[in-house]
T-cell receptor, first 114, second 114 residues
Framework: AQSVTQLGSHVSVSEGALVLLRCNYS??????LFWYVQYPNQGLQLLLK??????LVKGINGFEAEFKKSETSFHLTKPSAHMSDAAEYFC????????????FGKGTKLTVNP | ETGVTQTPRHLVMGMTNKKSLKCEQH?????MYWYKQSAKKPLELMFV???????ENNSVPSRFSPECPNSSHLFLHLHTLQPEDSALYLC?????????????FGNGTRLTVT
């Protein structure tokens, strides 16, 4: 069965600093991987997804993630944090060719300090 | 108008009440989902509907009863709930059940059971 581990339930950065949110997955077959963002009092919004094409995936709001099979990782990065990036971020995995069930990590809450 | 609309946004109910959550999607999608989001826990998939047919029920207690009258509407009927059922209930839709189809979420209903 597939699973997702997000390292760090809280991450705090200064405005303008690099954002790095970590996600490691476990899957017996090539996965599809997703990052979602949840702003306060809202539902989840898709940031980006990896579907076995390019390993470096660009998403909305300047975020990108790199699929590294050797490390079973799909970390989310942004070169320069904005105050508006403060939110909770969820990594999710779905198995190719198998169940459509999307398995979410527990989330990482990003705080951006002025 | 947002793609996936949930009503009400907030609901407080006693353990003996009966209430319903409503979800409507305006995206022309064929699959709809109910998720439960509790503090410090990963999102839990509750139910999946595809073309109005329930295709997945993840061991959800019978006090939660879903209904999908058409591909645009999804309900979650609630009765005799417990305080531990207090959570954010998220509705989502996707174009279809293929693993690469991303989910589009509503803003959720914040449920408090007293």
């Amino acid at each position: 069965a597939q699973s997702v581990t997000q390292l760090g339930s809280h991450v705090s950065v200064s405005e303008g600093a690099l954002v790095l949110l970590r996600c490691n997955y476990s899957s017996s077959v090539p996965p599809y991987l997703f990052w979602y963002v949840q702003y306060p009092n809202q539902g989840l919004q898709l940031l980006l997804k990896y579907t076995s094409a390019a390993t470096l995936v660009k998403g909305i709001n300047g975020f990108e993630a790199e699929f590294k099979k050797s490390e079973t990782s799909f970390h989310l990065t942004k070169p320069s944090a904005h105050m508006s990036d403060a939110a909770e971020y969820f990594c999710a995995v779905r198995r190719q060719g198998g169940s459509e069930k999307l398995v979410f990590g527990k989330g990482t809450k990003l705080t951006v300090n002025p | 108008e947002t793609g996936v609309t949930q009503t009400p946004r907030h609901l407080v109910m006693g353990m003996t009440n009966k209430k319903s959550l409503k979800c409507e999607q305006h995206l022309g999608h064929n699959a709809m989902y109910w998720y439960k989001q509790s503090a410090k826990k990963p999102l839990e998939l509750m139910f999946v509907y595809s073309l109005e047919e329930r295709v997945e029920n993840n061991s959800v207690p019978s006090r939660f009863s879903p209904e999908c009258p058409n591909s645009s509407h999804l309900f979650l009927h609630l009765h005799t709930l417990q305080p531990e059922d207090s959570a954010l209930y998220l509705c989502a839709s996707s174009q279809d059940r293929r693993v690469g189809s991303p989910l589009h979420f509503g803003n959720g209903t914040r449920l408090t059971v007293t």
